[in-house]
């Protein structure tokens, strides 16, 4: 069963005009994205949330089209705190009343069988929306000191002398700063959406899936960790040179990849059981 | 699709796109009158010295307005104080931290904390504290967030939420980071922390006076 003509253009007007109202937080959404690497995912969530839908497509069609009132509470508050936000000049709430207004406007207009099926695709869009720096400003830092005090640790273990003063660790011949890019907060933002993604294509129960979306921070942390203590024992050996350019954006890809894999192997194991 | 809930969602977002377009026609208050540099050159017993950033860190800081003095006393403690001052249409903030500065600028971040500082009217604010160190050298560092001359904040998400209010309310949200730092000795950073809190009180007495004004 397809979609009536009727509906395909009551919905494409109502999105166009939804994409025309928020317009305005569009383009500096995008430049962030575009301008700090933590948001760099940002280009990547809108596509994943279209084919996400796209998926669907079979299932909405055969849902039967309604309306929900608790779809309009959603849109209404969606449009209220779009409205403040955007009178108060703050970026963050309006981005994320531009993706909950969205939500609220399809679950409002086709129902809660499509809303129900709609609910993680456009919800997704979430990770578009960048961290505020206030926020990542709160967390980095702990972390960051964290990571630089586990990595120095493990750095003697291997038996080579390090001290650590804050976020610096010195070695003989050289020092590396432990910045705030290396804080971790970016794998966890990335690998955060990644275990959200194996959660939802998850058959597991709902405790399970809870469990692998968390795990997603511990294992960001762990590779990040390693990361640098791996950069540290280099630079004990080859100088700070390995702590820059290629080599240090090579470290990263290889670091996110580990920690992919540990959030695949951890998808594969709780599905497993759950046949078991 | 049914026809009511499509014309009410029409019309909802047809309302929110015309009131968002008004405002978006609001003007953005200029600064008429910078006063910062009207600060008074002695405070507590300090004199002051005026310095200037070179221009590329000038350019960095794209402040409205800054303040950098080192005031100094008879005996020879000088306490370093910055203030950049972002209007409306700046944003009314920074986008630097001492968090991330500090480090970037070879200084290890040994502690960090906030603590109270009392104004003559009896008020306390609560600032940020950080301990950096370097070659061998404390630095104690006070620094916080001021909006509309008076609201204290001593971290960025306060600041937001002074700003937002400030901004729907009088559609105005500057603001300012001040910092204030002495270099301290090892056996001396308890003291620099005294001495760097009585002259933030001070100067927070001082500040709404030297607010910037826009219109």
Not at chain 2, 6 to 27: D, E, H, K, N, Q
């Given at each position: ?276 | ?10 019309i909802l977002l047809v309302l929110t796109g015309a009131v968002s377009s008004l405002l978006a026609y609001r ?179 001082m500040l709404p006076a030297a607010w910037p004004v826009e219109q």
């Amino acid at each position: 069963m397809g979609l009536a003509r009727n509906d395909k253009i009551k919905l494409t007007l109502l999105l166009g005009l939804w994409f025309l109202v928020f317009y305005p937080v569009v383009p500096e959404m995008v430049r962030d994205w575009a301008g700090h690497s933590d948001n760099n995912h940002g280009f990547l969530v809108p596509l994943i949330a279209l084919y996400l839908i796209w998926q669907k497509k079979d299932e909405l069609l055969s849902a039967e089209m309604d309306s929900s009132k608790w779809g309009a509470v959603v849109l209404v508050a969606g449009l209220a705190v779009f409205l403040l936000s955007f009178a108060g000049g703050v970026a963050f709430p309006a981005r994320v009343a531009m993706v909950l207004s969205l939500f609220g406007l399809l679950w409002f207009c086709t129902g809660s069988a499509w809303g129900r099926i709609l609910a993680f695709p456009v919800l997704f869009l979430l990770f578009m929306v960048p961290v505020p720096v206030s926020v990542i400003g709160l967390v980095s830092m702990p972390l960051q000191l964290m990571a630089t005090k586990l990595s120095a640790k493990l750095i003697e273990h291997c038996s080579i002398p390090v001290y650590r003063e804050g976020n610096m660790l010195f070695f003989v011949g050289t020092q590396l700063e432990v910045a705030e890019a290396c804080s971790g907060v970016r794998s966890i933002m990335s690998l955060t959406m990644l275990g959200t993604i194996f959660a939802y294509m998850s058959q597991a129960t709902w405790k399970r899936r809870v469990v692998m979306v968390l795990a997603a921070v511990p294992i960001a942390m762990t590779a990040n960790i390693i990361r640098i203590t791996g950069t540290g024992i280099l630079a004990h050996f080859f100088g700070d040179k390995v702590a820059r350019g290629f080599l240090h954006e090579f470290s990263g890809i290889i670091v996110f990849v580990f920690g992919l894999a540990v959030l695949g192997g951890l998808y594969k194991l709780l599905n497993r059981k759950k046949v078991a | 699709m049914r026809n009511a809930s499509f014309v009410t969602a029409l019309i909802l977002l047809v309302l929110t796109g015309a009131v968002s377009s008004l405002l978006a026609y609001r003007p953005v208050p200029v600064v008429v009158a910078t006063n910062l540099e009207k600060l008074p050159m002695e405070i507590d017993g300090y004199r002051a010295v005026e310095d200037y950033f070179p221009e590329s860190v000038y350019r960095e800081l794209n402040a409205d307005k800054y303040v950098y003095r080192h005031y100094r006393s008879a005996d020879g403690r000088v306490i370093d104080l910055y203030i950049g001052y972002y209007g409306t249409a700046k944003g009314g903030r920074t986008g630097h931290n001492p968090y991330s500065c500090l480090p970037s600028a070879g200084s290890a971040i040994v502690e960090t904390g906030t603590t109270d500082c009392t104004m003559s009217t009896g008020k306390t604010a609560r600032v940020n504290v950080i301990v950096a160190r370097k070659d061998e050298l404390n630095t104690v560092l006070l620094h916080w967030y001021q909006t509309g001359g008076t609201t204290v904040a001593s971290n960025s998400l306060y600041q937001n939420l002074g700003r937002l209010v400030s901004r729907v309310m009088h559609n105005k949200d500057d603001g300012a980071y001040i910092q204030i730092s002495q270099a301290a000795a090892d056996g001396n950073v308890a003291q620099a922390k005294q001495h760097v809190r009585q002259f933030a009180s001070k100067l927070l007495d001082m500040l709404p006076a030297a607010w910037p004004v826009e219109q």
